[in-house]
Each structure stands twice: as C-alpha cells, then as structure tokens.
C-alpha cells in the first residue's frame, strides 16, 4: 500500500566485556548459529583494533560498492569492519558541500581549511558515526540480526552514553524552537546550518531510540571465569540498567572441561592444577550467578586451540551458548545445569516516571515480568500526603556494584544519575519538575528518589 510504513523487524545484539579475540569468535559462532537457522545476518566490528579479520583468518580489502566494505563469508552471513576515519571523511565532505552550496553568502567557516582526520580528535565523534551507521544497516530491513563486536567494556560505555550527551549538548547550546525559527527566517546562512544540525540530531536520535529499544537491541557480556573479570562485569551489569539497554545474558568463555575423578594412584601436579583451577572456575561462576539471579549465565567450553576460519568458527556455532530455556544451558560440552532465570521489567525509553497512585504506598514494579535482563522503568508514585505536604517517590532499578560511586544532581528538569562510572541524564515527569529533592537510598538493588513539593512552583 503507498504511503504504508514498513514494519523494521531488523534486531541488534551488542557482544562487550572481556575476551579480546575469544569475543570476536563468540560473536561470529553466534552469528553463523542464526544464519545456519535460515536468518540473515550481517557482523559489524566496531573495535577499531579489527579482531574480526582475524578471527575469520582473511583481511577485509574495503572495496566500494553498493554498501562499502560488506562480504558475503557464507549463505547467510556477511561480515564488516567499520573504518571509522573513512566514515567521518565521507559524512564531511557530504556537510562541507552542503553548507557550500550558497557561494554567495559568507558561513563563517572555512571548511576547507580542516583535514577530517584532524576531526578524530573530537570525544565520540567516530563512535557516533559508526553508531549512525548501524542504525541506518538495522532501518533499511536487509539482515533479520546484526551481531556487533564491540570495543573493550570501557570505550563501549562511553559509546552507548555518546548519544544523550551529544543530544543534551546540542539542546543546550541551539535550542529546538530555536533552530526551527532559523530553519524558516530569511538569514540563508542560519537556514542551512540549522538544516544540517537538524540532520545530526535527527540521525543521533534514531540511534539512541535503538539502543533503547528492549524488543530490538541487547546485550551480550561476554567474561571469563575470574575474579577480577566477574567484578568488572558487576559494574558493567550496573552500567546496563542505567543506560536502559538490555542485558540478554552473561557469557563465561574459556571454562575448562571436566576431568574424570582421580584414581588411587598419585596425581601429578599438572593433574592436581587443573582440578584446582576448574573448581576455582565453577566457584566463580556459582558466584556470579548469585549476585545477578535475574540474568542468565551461560558457560562457553574451552575449545583448546584458538577456532580460526571458517570451518572452526562454524564447528564451535554448534556448542557456542545460544540460548537461555528455562532450566538448561546450552554449555559447550560441560553439561551444566544454570538456576532459572529470574524476572525483569521494560527498560525506561521515557521520562522517569509516570504518576500513580497506591493506597498502601508499596513499591510494586509496574512491568510486571518480563524477559530476563530488562531493567523495570522508573516509576513515580505519591507515597503520602497531599498538595504542598505530599511526598513523591521515583524509583529506578540500579543494582549499584560500588554505592561509593552513586552520585545525584539536579539540572533545570532533568535529574542526573551516576553510578560506577557511567552517568545518565533523566528527564523528570512533569510532577516532580515542580518539586524538590527531598532524600534519596539504595533499596535492595533500586535506587528511591523522594520529591517534596516547591512551594514557589506548585499550583495553588
């Protein structure tokens, strides 16, 4: 039908977290697992150390073409590396020649003089690009999964934060109504700029609407049975929750296989290491799934040799963790069988809360179950009182790793939270815009922010 929106039924999931390579080839078995189920799959590297060439054993040659840079490796499946510089190279010269496209006004820059390379400077610049691209791979519905290698944890946080930055940045220094009256005014030069902005901030929005988007966009952590490891990935699951993106499981690559039980005879220390290292291992994982009952922990087998090509990759697709079911773990050759998996709630893709009120003043998680891995929306409820005596409550789940690190702030109508090193910006239901923070706690893995009201702003 003419004019019928298309339904875009593409679905993105994020591999992050440790394992360098063993990433990479976790997230290509993945893909090929989807694409031996008859799905269209497109791998996208955005580590620009470019792991995915390597873990396929060929180098990508980034021939232009229809869509730069894509190969087909088997039916099913293509693979790219992002070049990030050739991105922003491109999206450049696309902006230089609009804004040049009236010589006879004078914008007030001279982007000739700029090399785009000396623009991979600017903080997120190149990850936004790459972020703008994937988007734009998931809109146009060529591929059913879009399986992404993502940076080390650290850079892969700042990226997913680099969306509401930029947006709130921009915001602040051009507002909207203000760009729109410049975009319609008779000033030619403040027209185009406004046009062009208006083009970055639409396309940054389109990513950071995925990335919010539980039915379409989640994550895999992948870790090792360490630790240290598991620590960092405590954090990362707390990073999660506030940034709103799905957490759809954790993986444990690298875990060593059972030996059989020891004979009467002496062990030989090689013998006795691996027992202790594979007890240690399990003791790890039984940890881990402990302190995040509502994710599922999967267990990804050692696989000896390092998997390279094609048909190695292929070979551990058919043991690799593809999916939670209920009780059993798909576990690489161990056999382990993994808690059941708990219950979450729909990430928060709004302001923070809508009002509600509960004649008991309990703390019920509207959401209600959902998949695993989902962080319940932020809600609002009025706990007691009523007009200037009443007394809000907004709730946020944050399962904070280190309470030392939550930090709170308040600027204009936004509420600003940071906890274990990410920080979020949520913008507040229109109730609490017109109050004041009052306390604010950690409740068993939910952060509670009470408002009283400001009786220079409330209704009379």
């Known amino acids: 039908m003419p004019g019928r929106t298309r339904r875009v039924r593409t679905r993105v999931e994020l591999f992050v977290g440790k394992g360098g390579v063993g990433k990479t080839t976790l997230a290509c078995a993945q893909a090929m697992g989807y694409a031996r189920e008859g799905q269209r799959v497109l791998v996208a590297s955005l580590d620009q150390a470019h792991s995915l060439g390597d873990a396929l054993g060929f180098r990508f040659a980034h021939d232009p073409g229809a869509v730069p840079g894509i190969i087909r490796v088997v039916p099913g499946l293509d693979v790219i590396e992002l070049d990030s510089l050739a991105l922003l190279e491109d999206r450049f010269r696309e902006i230089a020649d609009v804004l040049a496209a009236d010589p006879g006004h004078d914008h007030g820059l001279d982007l000739g003089a700029l090399d785009p390379a000396e623009l991979t400077g600017l903080p997120g610049v190149q990850e936004l690009l790459m972020l703008v691209e994937i988007t734009q791979y998931a809109a146009d519905d060529d591929w059913d999964v879009i399986v992404l290698d993502c940076p080390p944890t650290a850079d892969m946080l700042r990226i997913l934060t680099a969306p509401d930055t930029l947006l709130g940045y921009l915001d602040r220094i051009w507002p909207p109504h203000q760009r729109m009256m410049s975009a319609i005014g008779t000033d030619l030069r403040r027209a185009v700029l406004a046009a062009t902005m208006q083009r970055i901030v639409a396309a940054v929005t389109e990513v950071r609407d995925l990335l919010a988007d539980p039915e379409r966009t989640s994550a895999r952590l992948i870790t090792l049975a360490e630790r240290v490891a598991v620590a960092e990935s405590a954090r990362v699951r707390s990073a999660t929750a506030l940034?709103?993106?799905?957490?759809?499981?954790?993986?444990?690559?690298?875990?060593?296989?059972?030996?059989?039980?020891?004979?009467?005879?002496?062990?030989?220390?090689?013998?006795?290491?691996?027992?202790?290292?594979?007890?240690?291992q399990w003791d790890v994982i039984a940890g881990l799934r402990r302190s995040m009952p509502e994710i599922p922990v999967l267990v990804a087998g050692h696989t000896g040799a390092e998997p390279v090509g094609i048909g190695p990759l292929a070979g551990l697709s058919c043991v690799v963790p593809a999916r939670y079911s209920g009780d059993l773990v798909l576990a690489g050759g161990t056999g382990d069988r993994a808690p059941a998996g708990g219950t979450g709630a729909v990430s928060d893709t709004g302001h923070a809360g809508a009002v509600r009120r509960d004649s008991n003043a309990a703390m019920r998680d509207d959401a209600g179950s959902a998949a695993a891995g989902q962080a319940a929306a932020p809600a609002v409820r009025l706990e007691s009182g009523t007009g200037l005596h009443s007394v809000y409550a907004l709730r946020i789940q944050l399962p904070v790793a280190d309470p030392a690190t939550l930090r709170l702030g308040r600027v204009e109508d936004d509420l600003i939270v940071g906890a274990d090193g990410v920080r979020r910006r949520l913008r507040l239901a229109p109730v609490l815009r017109r109050c004041t923070v009052s306390t604010a706690e950690l409740d068993n893995g939910y952060l509670v922010v009470r408002f009283r009201p400001d009786p220079q702003e409330w209704p009379r």
């Open 243 to 280: 940034l709103g993106l799905r957490l759809q499981a954790v993986v444990v690559n690298k875990v060593l296989p059972e030996v059989p039980p020891p004979g009467p005879e002496p062990q030989h220390p090689a013998v006795r290491w691996y027992s202790h290292r594979y007890a240690e």
